[in-house]
């Protein structure tokens, strides 16, 4: 109970510290280009309850999303205590739609040698704006690793490739003059979702890996971090200065944490 209730109090801290760059955080954390994982987005929901198996249940009933983002839009609290009933409604009922159309998927060689180098794919669709996706050791969101804390080498940036079939270097690009680019992560820019077409834009991200030295049994999965509410017509806000932001706040809970499905990679 202890932990929870630190754990409970720790987050609305971590959105307020930063809100000075809330416009960085709503279109990516371009001021964090580096490894990331599943810890970094500490306002985000979690896309099901698998990724928080190991915290307190009190814990994992504040941060599934339907909980931590559903049930305030549909009381009109916080945020969305100014919005009409019918707003409300039609917010609640877009968000819902992004959530059912996001998905993320990884390939990798499942029988490796010990430090041979392979490729690992990450494959996104759904959300809107940018979606974030990062290589990880287990699907664990407050306990889980980047990939390179598990005997991983990435040798190189990652090979990003938008919904339109053509690849972007911004993120890497956005790495501080001089710094290796063999990071973890990456974010897929320009995608917008069409709610009333059904349509949801894809995208992927390829690492080139060296595998672990010490034979033995590998997980690896990717976490995908997406948004939900700019994709509705009354999700979105925009501020005087230009900045187009979601209903519930850059730091709010519109976010989402999902996880691809583990594949074990055994080194032998």
């Keep these: 109970m202890k932990r929870f209730a630190i754990a409970v109090a720790a987050l609305p801290l971590a959105c307020v510290f930063g809100a000075p760059d809330a416009g960085a955080w709503s279109g990516g954390p371009g001021f964090n280009v580096t490894d990331l994982d599943a810890k970094c987005a500490v306002c985000h929901a979690s896309v099901g309850k698998e990724q928080l198996r190991l915290e307190p249940a009190g814990l994992v009933n504040s941060m599934i999303f339907e909980n931590r983002h559903y049930k305030n839009v549909e009381a009109g609290t916080g945020p969305y205590q100014g919005m009409a009933v019918s707003d409300r409604e039609k917010l609640l009922a877009d968000v819902k739609v992004v959530d059912q159309n996001a998905s993320v998927a990884i390939s990798v060689p499942e029988s490796v040698r010990p430090g041979q180098e ?61 710094l290796r680019k063999n990071i973890n992560s990456a974010i897929i820019y320009d995608r917008k979702a069409d709610l009333a077409a059904q349509q949801f834009a894809g995208g992927k991200a390829t690492w080139t890996v060296r595998t672990p030295q010490e034979p033995g049994s590998y997980s690896v999965t990717a976490v995908m971090f997406y948004g939900t509410e700019k ?5 979105r806000v925009t501020t005087p200065t230009g900045a187009v932001l979601p209903k519930g706040g850059a730091f709010g809970a519109s976010g989402r944490i999902m996880f691809a499905k583990p594949v074990t990679v055994t080194v032998r």
């Excluded at 490729?119 to 690793?145: E, H, W």
């Excluded at 919904?163 to 790495?175: F, I, L």
């Excluded at 994709?231 to 999700?235: D, E, K, Y």
């Design 231 to 235: 994709a509705s017509q009354v999700g």
């Design 118 to 178: 392979i490729q690992i794919t990450a494959t996104v669709k759904g959300g809107n704006g940018v979606v974030g996706v990062a290589l990880m050791d287990t699907d664990l969101r407050m306990q889980g690793r980047p990939i390179q804390g598990d005997g991983w080498v990435v040798v190189g940036p990652p090979k990003v490739w938008g919904s339109d079939g053509k690849e972007q270097t911004k993120w890497v690009d956005a790495r501080g003059a001089g």
